[in-house]
Antibody, heavy 117, light 108 residues
């Protein structure tokens, strides 16, 4: 079964850091780009970052310079290092896999990140 | 950035109704459009990609159409399990993808 399982969420103070993980199974992880998408409570979906199979990385302006996406193919794992966290970063964070043409077809169950003092 | 605008933001419908949701892109995106369904507390589920191609396992009551800037998702006969929020997503500017704001389908 193709599956993505996120972990690492929690409560962090403003200005703090957190590292999220996403464990992949059931497919050849190294052959796929991977993404992080977040959703604040009651709000829509917001793309957060992407990493290609060659390790190339991409971010929107809202997190560029603060978040770092990485992958470890030997462990079938995706990561998101989040620094200088703000209240506006509070959300459920999902990892997602795109199919060969870029449409997301597999999503994890999400992990909650709360930034609050 | 490509902006995606869905309409309506919410709608009320009855079981058995035919429902149509619209998604408009701020610039042409060919057919690089996907639709997702999300139920409360759950992850999004992929329904359609390439504007009109059904994901494996998705029932045929869901259909998508459109190209360029205007797209629609249609549910042919609404069932209780279809009450959810639906999102469109463009991937024409992949990997810089963007989502619509969502359309909540509620029971009338």
């Amino acid at each position: 079964e193709v599956q993505l399982v996120e972990s690492g969420g929690g409560l962090v103070q403003p200005g703090g850091s957190l590292r999220l993980s996403c464990a992949a199974s059931g497919f050849t992880f190294s052959s796929y780009d991977m993404h992080w998408v977040r959703q604040a409570t009651g709000k829509g979906l917001e793309w957060v970052s992407a990493i290609g199979t060659a390790g190339d990385t991409y971010y929107p302006g809202s997190v560029k310079g603060r978040f770092t996406i990485s992958r470890e193919n030997a462990k079938n794992s995706l990561y998101l290092q989040m620094n200088s966290l703000r209240a506006g970063d509070t959300a459920v964070y999902y990892c997602a896999r795109p199919n060969t043409i870029g449409a997301f077809d597999i999503w994890g169950q999400g992990t909650m990140v709360t930034v609050s003092s | 950035d490509i902006q995606m605008t869905q309409s309506p933001s919410s709608l009320s419908a009855s079981v058995g109704d035919r429902v149509t949701i619209t998604c408009r892109a701020s610039q042409g995106i060919s057919n690089y459009l996907a639709w997702f369904q999300q139920k409360p507390g759950k992850a999004p589920k992929s329904l359609i990609y390439a504007a009109s191609s059904l994901q494996s396992g998705v029932p045929s009551k869901f259909s998508g159409s459109g190209s360029g800037t205007d797209f629609t998702l249609t549910i042919s006969s609404l069932q209780p399990e279809d009450f959810a929020t639906y999102y469109c997503q463009q991937y024409n500017s992949y990997p810089f993808v963007t989502f619509g704001q969502g359309t909540k389908v509620e029971i009338k």
